[in-house]
């Protein structure tokens, strides 16, 4: 099956770093395609056999937006499998990264507006503009992710099968923020915490020891039951709905114990019946 991966969101949220990946794995790459060039372009590339394509669009195509899903469906309908991918971070991040780098917010223009507080404001209209798309997307929330890491997330979802709804386990901590990009958060940290234990301060959830003593404990297993039990009745709603990922955020205080070993009993719980991805932010970003 021809693949369609459109890659859109928030600037400086990573959009380059995830088509440069796309292009190194052999896709046909477009950046900042005009919405109504789109069929014209896969009409082009079908001529010259080229299975797998990869766009790029962003807010500087505000005015044709609008067009963008019913070109998708158009898409589909010639049996192409389409992705969209929506790449965020939180505001500070964004601002932190365009001080860094001393790039222009492509919706500046020719402005001579500058300073955070002219940022912010470009940020948030920018927001405004991709509400839409960001709602039919699987969102990737990059604040916290280096580049090398982005990159390895969008290898395990360019390598998952089409048409089949993709469950996102993540644990993280509530000290670094909640996950812009999860579907479903449910809190962890009214749980016995091996962080007390002198012997599992400094393992992880994922280390035997730490396992076993939240085997343990009832109050652990009636909350894997309750959040198996919630998700149980509404993924296959999601799935009825053509959804191709539901993320879910799992979060502790430290993001180390309690949340990693949830993550980790969940995913291999809801593995036989769903495509299953996991993530550790907390971990990974420690590496």
């Known amino acids: 099956m021809r693949e369609l991966v459109l890659i859109t969101g928030m600037s400086g949220s990573g959009k380059s770093v995830a088509l440069g990946a796309l292009e190194d794995a052999g896709y046909y790459c477009i950046d900042n395609l005009p919405p109504e060039l789109l069929l014209a372009s896969l009409a082009l590339e079908r001529n010259q056999h080229i299975a797998n394509m990869a766009i790029a669009i962003d807010a500087r195509s505000a005015q044709s937006l609008p067009l963008l899903p019913g070109l998708l469906e158009a898409v589909r309908g010639q049996g ?62 990059t604040s916290h992710s280096r580049a090398s890491e982005l990159q390895s997330r969008l290898k395990h979802i360019l390598s998952l099968p089409p048409g089949r709804l993709t469950l996102i386990f993540q644990s993280f901590a509530f000290k670094r923020g909640i996950p812009r990009d999860a579907d479903y ?26 396992i076993e003593f939240l085997q343990r404990e009832a109050p652990v297993q009636a909350m894997q039951q309750d959040i198996a039990g919630f998700l149980h009745k ?41 495509t299953v991805l996991k993530r550790h932010r907390e971990i990974e970003l420690a590496r």
């Open 185 to 210: 958060v449910f809190d962890v940290r009214m749980l016995p915490n091996p962080h007390y234990v002198p012997e599992l301060k400094h393992r992880t959830g994922l280390e035997a020891p730490v």
């Open 80 to 141: 192409v499998h389409v992705r969209v991918l929506f790449f965020d971070a939180a505001t500070d991040t964004l601002v932190r990264r365009f001080s860094e780098t001393r790039r222009k917010h492509p919706l500046a223009g020719s402005s001579d507006a500058h300073g955070d507080a002219a940022l912010v404001q470009l940020i948030a209209h920018e927001r405004s503009i991709m509400g839409p798309l960001r709602d039919m997307a699987h969102v990737i929330d």
């Open 234 to 274: 509404w993924l296959p709603s999601h799935a009825d709905n053509h959804r191709s990922y539901v993320s879910v955020a799992i979060g502790c205080t430290g993001g180390q114990h309690r949340s990693v070993f949830m993550v980790e009993q969940l995913a291999a719980q809801f593995s036989a019946d769903w």
